[in-house]
């Protein structure tokens, strides 16, 4: 009796050890699938976090794609422009320089016309014309003091034109002019600028731009 006393007090220790052994298994599974679950938890949150940096990571990248597309966009308006400003440039020198050309041209065309004109004038304005009548005319240098005579004699010297002619107290009386006498009751008579004089050769005086003409008349 007492030997089956002993064995229901150790089967009912046994038992106990075993419900223990259950019970201990429950709570530590229990433990360990809370701590699984609070780290799946934790990782879902970490997951999360991750995509959502990740769709963050995505927006700024396709926002710099954006923005590199539209500085293309711009570096080749910016191209374009100075390629505009470039060639603007080359053609405002290139007519800055044709505007110098023609200005340094037209400078020079107006100081030639004007020396021109002014050897013109200086040149007609000391030269006188003497026509001899059979013989031609000839431009000869006007100076201060001339006179009709005088104007013959420097034509005398410079064309190689024989003269020859008398003094008298009242002037001179010319004989011959170009080996050409007068004859008989001829005479040389001359007209100054168109029109017969009323003095004698060397008592006219003369101008630059005066005509003297010569020719042969008869008392």
Same mark, same amino acid.
């Given at each position: 009796?007492?030997?089956?006393?002993?064995?229901?007090?150790?089967?009912?220790?046994?038992?106990?050890?075993?419900?223990?052994?259950?019970?201990?298994?429950?709570?530590?599974?229990?433990?360990?699938?809370?701590?699984?679950?609070?780290?799946?938890?934790?990782?879902?949150?970490?997951?999360?976090?991750?995509?959502?940096?990740?769709?963050?990571?995505?927006?700024?990248?396709?926002?710099?794609? %954006?923005?590199?597309?539209? /500085?293309?966009?711009?570096? *080749? !308006?910016?191209?374009? $422009?100075? @390629? #505009?400003?470039?060639?603007?440039?080359?053609?405002?020198?290139?007519?800055?320089?044709?505007?110098?050309?023609?200005?340094?041209?037209?400078?020079?065309?107006?100081?030639?016309?004007?020396?021109?004109?002014?050897?013109?004038?200086?040149?007609?304005?000391?030269?006188?014309?003497?026509?001899?009548?059979?013989?031609?005319?000839?431009?000869?240098?006007?100076?201060?003091?001339? %006179?009709?005579?005088?104007? /013959?004699?420097?034509?005398? *010297? !410079?064309?190689?034109? $024989?003269? @020859? #002619?008398?003094?008298?107290?009242?002037?001179?009386?010319?004989?011959?002019?170009?080996?050409?006498?007068?004859?008989?009751?001829?005479?040389?008579?001359?007209?100054?600028?168109?029109?017969?004089?009323?003095?004698?050769?060397?008592?006219?005086?003369?101008?630059?731009?005066?005509?003297?003409?010569?020719?042969?008349?008869?008392?």
């Amino acid at each position: 009796m007492k030997k089956n006393h002993q064995q229901n007090h150790f089967l009912d220790y046994f038992a106990f050890l075993i419900l223990a052994v259950v019970l201990a298994g429950f709570v530590y599974g229990g433990l360990t699938i809370n701590k699984l679950n609070k780290a799946n938890q934790k990782l879902a949150q970490t997951q999360d976090q991750l995509e959502e940096k990740i769709g963050n990571l995505e927006s700024k990248l396709i926002d710099s794609q %954006n923005q590199l597309v539209d /500085l293309n966009d711009r570096l *080749d !308006q910016n191209d374009k $422009k100075l @390629s #505009y400003y470039r060639k603007l440039a080359l053609d405002t020198q290139a007519e800055l320089a044709k505007t110098k050309e023609e200005s340094i041209a037209n400078t020079i065309t107006n100081a030639i016309q004007t020396v021109t004109k002014k050897v013109y004038v200086e040149k007609k304005n000391t030269d006188s014309t003497l026509t001899i009548e059979g013989l031609g005319s000839y431009k000869v240098t006007v100076t201060s003091g001339d %006179n009709a005579f005088t104007i /013959l004699k420097k034509a005398s *010297d !410079q064309y190689g034109l $024989k003269i @020859s #002619y008398d003094t008298f107290s009242f002037g001179v009386f010319v004989t011959e002019i170009g080996g050409i006498k007068p004859v008989g009751n001829q005479y040389w008579a001359f007209y100054y600028n168109g029109k017969y004089s009323q003095v004698g050769a060397s008592d006219q005086k003369v101008s630059a731009g005066d005509t003297i003409y010569w020719r042969l008349e008869s008392f």
